[in-house]
């Protein structure tokens, strides 16, 4: 049974991660509040499924389309909206948000709710691992996870776009000095933290299904992924990943179920209160506490 | 041929700023109007309306309660995401009172106030340093949090909630009572925000370290400050939980935390009346939208939207900019 938490715990990890990648990417590397993150996750989960039981498009092109379309309505919203109330953090956060809110609340009232709403599994088939069973979606996922991870510290250390986004965070005004055009890097991270959504979701949804509220689970997932490894570290994804899903499959095996969301929720709470940061943020001490 | 627009104070709020405001009646009506309006309409209004909308008016009392309450906090710099939190201790602390020890409504309602913001107070208390965003985002935890755990631990009737709260005497009453309060708490804090007092608490917003400065102790105003607010949202707590007769999980909900924020953006952040405009406009709005169904919570969301960026200023500040300026566009000198 150990073993088994163990391994299932560990797949947890690389769920909660994947998850947390997009919006870290926007939030947490670049600054940029993308709080309709839930609603991007959803958006092209039931995009991929509308192209491939309504439409009846092949799957890779499904997938390729509402990748595309993620990145486009993510440039747009910063574009139209987030533009124009950047630098007020709460504004950021309260548009943000009321735009996942109508989006996730349009689906809703669509009523798509049910087993039927799901995405295809990659290969139907499962191994067994130190005597528990593992299906190679959950397999996927951990591999995938690692490799996005992967290439996500790659990108901000070695790529010019990569050092901008870090660069605009960090210091606008001094990233502006160095021929860095904010708006346009800004608008890039809010686009590729929605693409990244929109691949999480191809991973994630076949363990179950697609539902509007998922889109807040996922947000908030992401939002204790990112609090908790602090703000603007990719070393910080990974360690909370693992606290996180390795506390809640934990608690869910020896304590009940019902404690689940509490762990995570209080770990938030306990890093926000300590070390608002998170464990490895490198942020400015006097902007978050006084 | 380049345009302005220039704003110039009308005739009659000069004349009106002083003593002389007294010599005729006009400019006496000209000042007296904003404060009387509001007064007559929460008055008349109960008896106007019919048995539907008069429930309808209760929530929009409560809603605007809560949004005023948001308001003070924001004005103190500290940006709630979460006044579910206020509205669930205060319906908890009334409920728990009136099931297990049968005080009367008239003993509860109060108490549970009073209670209810030294409580919130002191769970908050830990992250009075938080500045910002993170602040906001404790806010938005912590009643997630509280749900969970009384669905995990079963106090207080568990997912069941406790029912069979004693109901106020009548509708009348309920309306009469909520209407009393929503007009003593806006006329109260907005003297309240006009006072030395109340000059410090946004002195914090504006700029806390210069506050400190000063040699004021902050965090003991921004405890205050957070009393006073929880105080006004676990009142409506109290009070919807002897109108509902039932108290449960659903007082921890996203709306209780969603609807004073927009209420507060739409009418304007920052004079409390602004606060109290946007609920008048927004529940009825919703009310009305009620055979849309879900769809009232899309229109919120895109509300929320347009209002934060075409119009951040509110309803309330557009308005009495008009009744008090003058606008015409001029030549821009070269």
């Not at chain 2, 309808?56 to 995401?81: E, F, K, N």
């Not at chain 2, 205060?90 to 728990?96: F, K, L, Q, R």
């Not at chain 2, 309306?175 to 007009?183: E, F, P, R, T």
Request: net charge neutral; hydrophobic share 55%.
């Amino acid at each position: 049974m150990l073993v088994g938490t163990t391994i299932y715990a560990l797949i947890n990890t690389a769920i909660l991660a994947l998850m947390a990648i997009g919006f870290n990417l926007t939030f947490g590397i670049s600054g940029v509040a993308n709080f309709a993150y839930g609603a991007f996750y959803v958006f092209a989960a039931y995009g991929i499924w509308g192209m491939l039981n309504l439409l009846h498009i092949p799957y890779l092109l499904a997938v390729l389309i509402a990748v595309l379309a993620n990145l486009i309505l993510g440039a747009l919203i910063y574009r139209f909206v987030l533009l124009r109330v950047r630098g007020q953090a709460l504004s950021e956060v309260i548009a943000t948000f009321g735009i996942g809110l109508a989006i996730l609340e349009l689906f809703s009232y669509f009523g798509w709710v049910g087993f039927e709403y799901t995405l295809p599994v990659f290969m139907d088939r499962s191994f067994i691992i130190a005597g528990t069973y593992v299906d190679f979606q959950r397999l996927a996922i951990l591999g995938f996870s690692a490799v996005l991870i992967a290439c996500l510290w790659w990108f901000t250390h070695h790529t010019s776009i990569g050092l901008a986004f870090r660069g605009i965070a960090q210091d606008e005004r001094t990233a502006l000095t160095f021929g860095i055009d904010s708006d346009r890097i800004a608008m890039l991270s809010v686009s590729f933290g929605a693409g990244i959504a929109a691949l999480a979701a191809l991973f994630i949804i076949p363990l179950g299904s697609i539902a509007p509220g998922e889109g807040y689970d996922v947000l908030i997932k992401a939002l204790a992924v990112c609090i908790i490894g602090g703000l603007g570290s990719t070393g910080g994804v990974i360690a909370a990943s693992f606290i996180v899903g390795f506390a809640e499959r934990f608690t869910d095996t020896y304590i009940g179920s019902h404690w689940t969301m509490i762990v995570s929720l209080a770990a938030i709470l306990l890093v926000l209160t300590i070390k608002p940061s998170g464990l490895f943020g490198k942020q400015k001490e006097l902007e978050e506490r006084i | 041929m380049k345009k302005r627009k220039e704003r110039i104070d009308r005739g009659i709020k000069a004349r009106s700023s002083d003593i002389f405001a007294l010599l005729s009646w006009r400019e006496m009506l000209y000042l007296a109007a904003p404060r009387l309006l509001p007064v007559i309409v929460c008055l008349l209004l109960p008896l106007l309306l019919g048995p539907y909308w008069q429930k309808v008016l209760l929530s929009v009392a409560v809603v605007a309660l809560l949004a005023i309450s948001w308001d003070i906090l924001a004005q103190t710099g500290m940006v709630s995401l979460g006044q579910a939190l206020f509205f669930g201790v205060g319906a908890y602390c009334s409920g728990a009172m009136n099931h297990y020890w049968g005080l009367s409504p008239v003993l509860t309602i109060p108490i549970a106030s009073l209670l209810g913001g030294l409580i919130c107070t002191l769970i908050l208390l830990p992250v009075l340093r938080l500045r910002g965003i993170y602040f906001s985002m404790v806010t938005l935890i912590i009643p997630l949090i509280l749900v969970r755990i009384v669905e995990a631990t079963k106090i207080f009737g568990g997912t069941e909630g406790l029912s069979g709260m004693t109901p106020l005497p009548s509708t009348w009453f309920e309306l009469y009572l909520s209407m009393a309060v929503l007009l003593a708490v806006l006329f109260g804090f907005r003297r309240m925000m006009d006072s030395d007092y109340g000059l410090v608490l946004k002195g914090i917003n504006d700029n806390d370290r210069s506050v400190i400065n000063a040699g004021i102790n902050i965090y003991w105003f921004k405890a205050q400050s957070l009393f006073i607010a929880g105080a006004i949202g676990a009142f409506c707590g109290a009070f919807m939980t002897h109108v509902y007769m039932f108290v449960g999980m659903p007082v921890f909900a996203l709306d209780y935390s969603i609807l004073p924020i927009a209420a507060a953006v739409v009418g304007g952040p920052g004079t409390l009346a602004g606060a109290t405009l946007g609920a008048f406009i927004l529940v009825p709005m919703s009310e009305a939208l009620r055979g849309f169904g879900g769809l009232r919570i899309v229109l919120y969301g895109v509300f929320l939207v347009v209002f934060i960026v075409a119009l951040p200023e509110g309803i309330f500040h557009y308005i009495q900019r008009k009744y008090h300026q003058i606008e015409r566009w001029v030549e821009v000198d070269k």
